[in-house]
């Protein structure tokens, strides 16, 4: 999501949502050690126990980088109590294609829990997805149970409430 949008659809795209049948959260879809920064190869179902929050970025994505300190200040804060975050670097533009170009800006930016670099797209399909930033939080059982669009900061309704979703998800 790169501009706001006016009226209604800005208002849509803003509210976070809580899965009213959580579905399971498919599998990641990169294997490569090429493919993954931070971390080995990951793979959801090797997670499964733990709360996961997904997050689809893009490198050059103004609300991307506008939400780096709402999702570093849950990094620094759960991950002690168990919240494991993967980034899922989809490019939008042309530069962010280069996996040598992302992983510069995860250098830059500070970034330390794993990123899949996600260059075709596959889980970006997976899950539906449309949007840069999106969130997708991933209860014990491995189903998504909490979604979010846009930005998300503290002491702001939706960044609070997924906070509060991922609390609640830790403390089960």
Known sequence: ????????????????????????????????????INSPPLKLTSLRGSVVLIEFWAFECVNCRNTLPWLEAMHAEYSARGLKIISVHTPELKQEHAPANVRKAVKDLGITYPVMIDG?????????????????????????????????????????????????????
């Open 120 to 172: 075709d797209y596959s889980y970006w399909g997976a899950l539906d997805n449309r949007y840069w930033p999106a969130f997708y939080l991933v209860d014990r059982k491995g189903r998504i149970v909490q979604t979010a669009i846009g930005e998300l900061h503290r002491g702001e309704r939706r960044g609070d409430a997924m906070e509060s979703s991922i609390r609640e998800q830790l403390e089960r």
């Open 1 to 36: 999501m790169r501009h706001k949008l006016p009226g209604l659809a800005a208002a849509l795209l803003s509210l976070a949502s809580t899965a009213a049948t959580p579905t399971k959260a498919p599998d990641f879809t990169h294997s490569a050690s090429t493919e993954w």
